[in-house]
């Protein structure tokens, strides 16, 4: 298998649940990202680790917990979220923090919270 | 406040002919500009980048200019085919400082009729 992976693709969660999104890359990259896009709304950066240290956390709230626990694997670990985190929930990699402009994309989680 | 904007949310042109994708952006200190395209269902995808040094830079049918003063850029498909359909996403970054943080438009979907 090659590329970005994701899993689930597909995610319905109520307000109280607990669950976590994966992400796998194959392509030797040191980089990785997670990413929110909501809908009329631009892509939105949410973490990025480099070499599995967190390099960025762009205000995201604290029911979203990331975990990269090597370069290849990457979870966004969600708490207690409300409907208005209903979004594509995307995973990138890339080379490493330098090189982060040659994204390389999973195709998604599709996230609804009731 | 949007920093990479693309007012047309949608464009529709007829196989063959030329589709030119609008993108502007405000922050004077972006030197770095690329182009994703996202079909349904998947990740976006790299297309193609455009250094502020350059004006123009092409690659098969895709063809990206820039316009410095105007902060401006465009996108050009020619010819423009059925597959082409997609949303296509303009981004902007700034290499020369320490965050190469990429800066997403909303996207514009272009529609190409056979």
């Known amino acids: 298998e090659t590329g970005v992976t994701q899993t689930p693709r597909h995610l319905v969660m109520g307000m109280t649940n607990k669950k976590s999104l994966k992400c796998e890359q194959h392509?030797?990259?040191?980089?990785m990202y997670w990413y929110k896009q909501s809908a009329k709304k631009p892509l939105e950066l949410m973490f990025v680790?480099?070499?599995?240290?967190?390099?960025e956390n762009n205000s995201v709230p604290s029911r979203f917990s990331p975990e990269c626990p090597n370069s290849s694997h990457l979870f966004l670990h969600l708490h207690t979220l409300q409907p208005e985190d209903s979004a594509l929930y995307l995973c990138?990699?890339?080379?490493?923090?330098?090189?982060?402009?040659?994204?390389?994309f999973g195709s998604g989680t599709q996230l609804s919270v009731l | 406040d949007q920093q990479v904007k693309q007012n047309s949310p949608s464009l529709s042109v007829q196989e063959g002919r030329i589709s030119i994708l609008n993108c502007d952006y405000t922050?004077?200190?972006?030197?770095?500009f690329l182009w994703y395209k996202k079909y349904p269902a998947e990740g976006p995808t790299f297309l193609i980048s455009?250094?502020?040094?350059?004006d123009k830079n092409e690659d098969g049918r895709f063809t990206v200019f820039l316009n410095k003063s105007a902060k401006h850029l465009s996108l050009h498909i020619v010819p423009s085919q059925p597959g082409d359909s997609a949303v296509y996403f303009c981004?902007?970054?700034?290499?020369?400082?320490?965050?190469?943080?990429?800066?997403f438009g909303k996207g514009t979907l272009l529609t190409v009729n056979p």
């Open positions: 455009i250094s502020s040094i350059k």
């Open positions: 392509l030797g990259h040191n980089a």
């Open positions: 922050n004077s200190m972006f030197d770095y």
């Open positions: 680790y480099n070499f599995k240290e967190q390099t």
């Open positions: 981004a902007a970054s700034r290499r020369g400082g320490s965050n190469y943080k990429l800066t």
């Open positions: 990138a990699s890339s080379q490493d923090w330098a090189k982060n402009e040659k994204l390389f």
